[in-house]
């Protein structure tokens, strides 16, 4: 009997949460603390790490860098490179340095990229997928135009898709599925490396996304 009134207890409680609908504050509203260690774990930053040391990259800048651990880690492990990282939040609002990473406000221009000289990789973790199909558009023109490679670690279903996807919609802000290597090709930009993170499907059998890496350069 007491067990099966713990699963009865158990079972509203379920129930309660998946009713319970999740409120988000507005992003660009709200302060972070900083921090620069990356668990050893993070696929995305060995991802960033491998392409930052193989491309031998002068300048690495992070779009939507949020914590910092992702460019403060690739800073620390590869000192040589100048490091920077820009977000939208009032963290951002005054340029300043942390763990030899340069960090500013974003703006939708990538100015910051007017600013560098040398060999340049932009990278954005889970970033991209909160832009909307305009501001998507925006920026794949502005990185487009400027001599510079990106890499995107980002979520996408787990079909193929040669259109934009609603992901999720929430009270502050939506979240989308695109077709990236479309979407960039367009652009003029050449698709390295198109890659679904498997590990993370195999783990997660009932998602219905997984993590996804591309790898663009310009076109030779």
Known sequence: MPLTFGHAVASFVLIKRSMQKPVYESYQNTPVEHNNQSPIENVSTSLFLRVT??????????????????????????????????????????????????????????????????STLVIARGTLSCFNESELNHFA????????????????????????????????????????????????????????????????PYSSESWRFLYFGQSV
């Open 53 to 118: 040391m193989e491309g031998n990259y002068e300048n690495v800048v992070e779009i939507g860098t949020y914590t910092g651990k992702v460019i403060a880690t690739l800073k620390r492990l590869v000192p040589s490179i100048n490091a920077y990282g820009v977000d939208v939040g009032p963290t951002f609002d005054r340029p300043f340095v942390f763990s030899g990473v340069n960090f500013q406000k974003y703006d939708s221009r990538l100015s910051i990229l007017d600013q560098l000289t040398g």
């Open 141 to 204: 023109e502005q990185v487009s135009i400027r001599p510079v490679d990106l890499a995107i670690y980002d979520l996408y279903p787990n079909f193929s898709i040669d259109t934009t996807i609603n992901r999720s919609d929430h009270e502050a802000f939506k979240t989308f599925f695109y077709d990236y290597s479309g979407i960039f090709s367009l652009k003029g930009m050449r698709v390295i490396c198109d890659a679904t993170d498997v590990n993370d499907w195999v783990g997660r």
